[in-house]
């Protein structure tokens, strides 16, 4: 069976420090994948997903990036943290090759940015 | 463009109420409607989906039916449970998932 795995689970960091979030997928090939940010009280707001290795593709601009290095694995990433990027960030999948269908949610990472 | 609107929480329930959450979608097509919950510190979770007009979904005891006359998912439950606390997201697939804002019950016994 399928499995996606998110770490942290929580992370305070000082403003202006570097961030690294990382999910990984097991048990299926070639996922679409995708990160969004839940801020406190608010919906999802899609930030990046990938279809392929090293294809990315970025909803909203700001002071994140995401890459793909390998088939499963989806990495977000920040040079250096702004406040406003406290939140709940969570890791999905779907199957790929289809129109999103089904996504299914990493436990998410909760990041306070101090 | 295609967007979800739910309506605002929180909501507040003794256990064993009836329980609607209403969702309306604007959207070109006729796209697949969906009801993900998220408890208290996890992801989120599938609920139910609806593929296509007059379907309905249903998981759990809760049910919703693809209303395209009206362009409405509204998700129910006949006799919530303290356990159903959680929040719970209206999306709808337009070439990637769009979610609603969410909309957080409470359950009280």
């Known amino acids: 069976s399928q499995t996606i795995h998110q770490w942290p689970a929580t992370l305070v960091q000082p403003v202006g420090s570097p961030l690294s979030l990382e999910c990984t997928v097991e048990?299926?090939?070639?996922?679409?994948l995708y990160w969004y940010r839940q801020a406190a009280g608010r919906g999802l707001q899609l930030l990046f997903y990938?279809?392929?290795?090293?294809?990315i593709s970025s909803e909203v601009p700001q002071n994140l990036s995401a890459s793909r290095p390998q088939d499963r694995q989806f990495i977000l990433s920040s040079k250096k943290l702004l406040l406003s990027d406290s939140g709940f960030y969570l890791c999905?999948?779907?199957?790929?090759?289809?129109?999103?269908?089904?996504?299914?949610f990493g436990a998410g990472t909760r990041l306070s940015v101090l | 463009g295609n967007s979800v609107t739910q309506m605002e929480g929180p909501v507040t329930l003794s256990e064993e109420a009836f329980l609607t959450i209403n969702c309306t979608y604007t959207?070109?097509?006729?796209?697949?409607l969906f009801w993900y919950v998220q408890y208290p510190g996890e992801g989120l979770q599938l609920l139910l989906k609806a593929t296509k007009a007059d379907d309905k979904g249903s998981n759990k005891g809760f049910e919703a039916t693809y209303r395209k006359e009206t362009t409405s998912f509204h998700l129910e439950k006949g006799s919530v449970q303290v356990s159903d606390s959680a929040v719970y997201f209206c999306?709808?697939?337009?070439?990637?998932?769009?979610f609603g804002q969410g909309t957080e019950l409470s359950v009280k016994p």
């Open positions: 999905a999948w779907s199957l790929g090759g289809v129109s999103s269908d089904i996504q299914y």
């Open positions: 990938s279809v392929g290795i090293g294809q």
């Open positions: 999306a709808l697939e337009g070439g990637k998932l769009i």
């Open positions: 048990g299926t090939s070639n996922p679409n």
């Open positions: 959207a070109t097509g006729y796209p697949s």
